[in-house]
């Protein structure tokens, strides 16, 4: 016999509800705030960084040299790429095309040269005992490394969290629960 304080039936019903809104502007428009952001200077560094580093290499009376080339690849390359970057922030081009996924290019990016920027400043450092401007290369290069490890990892972070590279993501999560009322 059932115990009659006990209900015979009781249902409870739990409902997730997420609602993402997603702001964006699409007109392109110059706006020199981005420069004063983290991400912003962390570009602006990885350029200066990139130029310096391959003006060193390219006055080295060794610049022939397959190490040189190495690091002047490296650096002329995260210039342009950076200094592109740079500019569709600048200009707002990434938030007009807020369905390309940005953060995790650019996350690839920074990681891939983070670790070329490690191999190509100890090549440059292994030989700046015979050249001053090998070692100077090395320390802006070793420099640059730095700078792409933390935008790597701000934009692995930003990935994760689920954030659009320009514009506003907000997410609401609403959690309803509904029970039967005990007989």
């Not at 009376?61 to 080339?69: E, V």
């Not at 090998?134 to 420099?143: L, R, S, T």
Request: net charge positive; with cysteine.
């Amino acid at each position: 016999m059932a115990d009659p304080g006990f209900p015979s039936q009781h249902v409870t019903t739990t409902g997730t509800t997420t609602v993402t809104n997603t702001t964006v502007s699409p007109v392109i428009r110059f706006d020199k705030t981005y420069i004063k952001t983290t991400p912003g200077i962390l570009k602006v560094a990885q350029i200066i960084f990139n130029l310096i580093g391959f003006i060193c290499i390219s006055v080295s009376y060794q610049w022939w040299q397959s190490r040189g080339g190495w690091f002047n690849t490296v650096s002329m390359t995260g210039f342009w790429f950076t200094g592109i970057m740079l500019l569709f922030y600048l200009f707002h081009v990434i938030e007009k095309f807020y369905k390309v996924p940005w953060l995790k290019i650019e996350f690839v990016f920074c990681a891939v040269w983070t670790f070329f920027y490690l191999i190509a400043a100890s090549l440059a450092a292994d030989y700046g005992r015979h050249d001053e401007a090998y070692g100077a290369a090395a320390f802006f290069g070793f420099a640059a490394m730095v700078a792409y490890g933390v935008d790597a990892y701000l934009k692995f972070v930003a990935v994760r969290s689920g954030s659009i590279a320009q514009g506003q993501r907000t997410v609401q999560k609403t959690t309803s629960t509904v029970t039967s009322p005990a007989y």
